[in-house]
């Protein structure tokens, strides 16, 4: 009892400084946009947001995937740019069994998009018009990381059309938000403390203008050591890294979908949903255990799970085979069913 008094008063003085540190963001954002002549160039986003519809055509662009129509079809989700390169393995050991298709958000993840471009439901929207767009009613979808909050959305808003899902290093979206370490020492001695700064609204509108490329050189480095890269995918996965754009909108996403202090709500939207999951774990992962993917089981009609051994965060860049084999696996038992 007394832990948990603790850990509840650590958490409010938290977001106390946090709202402390949020006004004087708030303030230096507010001079800087006076200085800088950004009033103008807000007006003109807001009239381009204005008339945002959720479908193919107002976001579309050139997708690159080998299809047939006998294929089942797959969606990758993921959270940030670079979608298609981190699913590029996965799709090559599977893609003689279904048709793979990484979603990419270009016009949500522009760093100049609005709020409502963030929201679940317009994400996930979008993910049904893509399958809409390539004729395909009935569809399953492998979610990565973050990239579960729109997966399981999407399942619960089209609970028809979402056949299964795979998740990838994750649980459950309220259990994820829920074991945050939003303890002082979680806060001040952890990557946590990045996030958190994320939740306050002006932040990466406010410091991304500033940052150089050797800025972001410790994020790139940091982001990559979770992957086995050759040269020729060192080189792209930089280029898109080293853009302040990927950084902004992977920022604006995890404020605005994942934000404990502006979803409450929404988070309790996330319970169970209608169909089978696999959850694909990595025995090394450091942001989600054995014990919350069991404890996610509770939410879903049938569960599954994958334990990728000598793996991190990225199964399925790391053993894209393994995760492959488990997917076709678990596809087939399910149709079978």
């Known amino acids: 009892m007394m832990h948990k008094f603790v850990k509840y008063i650590e958490t409010i003085c938290i977001f106390v400084i946090s709202l402390f540190a949020e006004t004087s963001l708030i303030i230096f954002h507010c001079v800087w946009k006076q200085y800088a002549g950004r009033d103008a160039r807000s007006k003109e986003v807001k009239n381009e947001t204005s008339n945002y519809q959720d479908s193919l055509v107002a976001h579309s662009h050139e997708y690159d995937f080998h299809w047939t129509d006998s294929k089942p079809l797959l969606l990758c989700i993921s959270v940030g740019p670079d979608a298609p390169l981190l699913w590029s393995r996965l799709e090559q050991s599977i893609s003689h069994s279904f048709n793979v298709v990484p979603v990419t958000f270009e016009k949500h993840w522009n760093?100049?998009?609005?709020?409502?471009?963030?929201?679940?439901?317009?994400?996930?929207?979008?993910?049904?018009?893509?399958?809409?767009?390539?004729?395909?009613?009935d569809f399953s979808i492998?979610?990565?990381?973050?990239?579960?909050?729109?997966?399981?959305?999407?399942?619960?808003?089209y609970p028809k059309r979402v056949q299964k899902l795979i998740i990838i290093s994750a649980s459950h979206p309220s259990l994820s938000e829920e074991v945050q370490d939003l303890t002082w020492k979680g806060i001040m001695f952890s990557s946590q403390r990045y996030r958190c700064l994320s939740y306050l609204p002006y932040f990466s509108d406010f410091i991304f203008p500033f940052l150089s490329a050797e800025d972001l050189q410790y994020f790139r480095d940091l982001t990559i050591s979770n992957c086995s890269l050759d040269e020729e995918q060192?080189?792209?996965?930089?280029?898109?890294?080293?853009?302040?754009?990927?950084?902004?909108?992977?920022?604006?996403?995890?404020?605005?979908?994942?934000?404990?202090?502006?979803?409450?709500?929404?988070?309790?939207?996330?319970?169970?949903?209608?169909?089978?999951?696999?959850?694909?774990?990595?025995?090394?992962?450091?942001?989600?255990?054995?014990?919350?993917?069991?404890y996610s089981g509770q939410f879903v009609e049938k569960f599954h799970c994958k334990i990728i051994e000598n793996c991190k965060g990225f199964p399925h860049w790391q053993y894209a085979e393994q995760v492959g084999m488990a997917i076709s696996s678990f596809l087939s038992e399910m149709a079978a069913t």
């Open 111 to 137: 760093q100049n998009s609005s709020r409502t471009n963030f929201q679940l439901k317009t994400l996930a929207n979008y993910c049904v018009d893509v399958a809409a767009s390539l004729g395909v009613k």
């Open 142 to 157: 492998v979610a990565h990381g973050m990239g579960i909050h729109m997966a399981w959305k999407v399942q619960q808003l």
């Open 234 to 294: 060192l080189v792209e996965v930089k280029n898109q890294l080293g853009s302040k754009g990927y950084y902004h909108s992977t920022i604006n996403y995890l404020r605005n979908v994942s934000n404990p202090l502006r979803q409450l709500e929404s988070r309790l939207d996330f319970g169970r949903i209608s169909c089978p999951v696999l959850f694909i774990i990595g025995d090394s992962e450091g942001t989600v255990s054995f014990e919350d993917v069991c």
